[in-house]
């Protein structure tokens, strides 16, 4: 990635999380690789990019004295959440070697009432109960505590599609995406989070942001962020 840093040196990109500047980014994607979409430097991805500008601006993240359990921790945020002075950061795998506790999502092993702020993207649609796991992360976090659980979404889809009979792994990657995918999202997602105990907000950050920082931070142009509160 570093020759990537240097043959991509320009100003036409920014990454939000790591500040570095690029020509483009590097492309990106399991099946049909992105373009523009993988910082060289920090490994951001837009998912993240859009992740760490929406909790700059519209949470009390960087602001407030937070206990944070963050699942499957996504390789550019560790380290800088790690130095943040306000959190109390915990980093949580079932088998990643990045995370300091190896945990089942279906079993957290913390007591009820415990984290401000629960983190879980892109995992949702690994697990094999996956509302029984939302509730999970619902239990752990103290009454207005907050989540953010983003999964991949089919915007085509009114309703999210799974199918446990479905065992053969090209099967499970031409309809789930991933052989290792229980579900396909749908529309429906934040009714699944609901299901959870969630009370689900859907926002529309990236849509209502202007055109220019979008491309200037290369965000993802239709993603929903939905943010949980437990009340």
Not at 15 to 36: M, W
Not at 38 to 60: D, F, I, S, V
Not at 188 to 208: A, I, N, P, S
Request: proline content about 5%; glycine content about 4%; some cysteine.
């Amino acid at each position: 990635m570093k020759m990537y840093a240097i043959v991509l040196r320009g100003n036409k990109v920014t990454c939000s999380v790591c500040g570095s500047h690029f020509a483009k980014f590097v492309p990106y994607g399991r099946l049909e690789p992105r373009e523009n979409a993988l910082c060289p430097h920090c490994l951001a991805l837009e998912r993240h990019r859009l992740m760490y500008l929406y909790l700059q601006q519209k949470t009390n993240f960087f602001k407030e004295n937070l206990k944070v359990l963050h699942v499957a921790p996504e390789y550019c945020f560790i380290d800088r959440f790690e130095k943040m002075k306000n959190l109390d950061y915990i980093t949580a795998d079932i088998e990643s070697p990045l995370a300091k506790v190896k945990m089942d999502l279906h079993h957290i092993p913390f007591d009820d009432n415990t984290f401000d702020v629960v983190f879980c993207n892109h995992v949702l649609e690994h697990v094999e109960d996956d509302v029984h796991c939302i509730n999970e992360m619902r239990r752990v976090v103290k009454p207005n505590g907050w989540a953010i659980m983003q999964s991949p979404q089919d915007w085509a889809l009114e309703t999210t599609f799974e199918d446990k009979t479905i065992t053969d792994p090209k099967e499970r990657e031409r309809l789930f995406k991933q052989d290792d995918h229980f579900r396909i999202y749908g529309k429906d997602y934040h009714k699944r989070l609901e299901q959870g105990g969630w009370k689900v907000t859907q926002d529309r950050f990236v849509m209502e942001m202007p055109k220019d920082l979008v491309e200037k931070f290369a965000l993802p142009k239709e993603e929903i962020i939905y943010f949980c509160e437990k009340k």
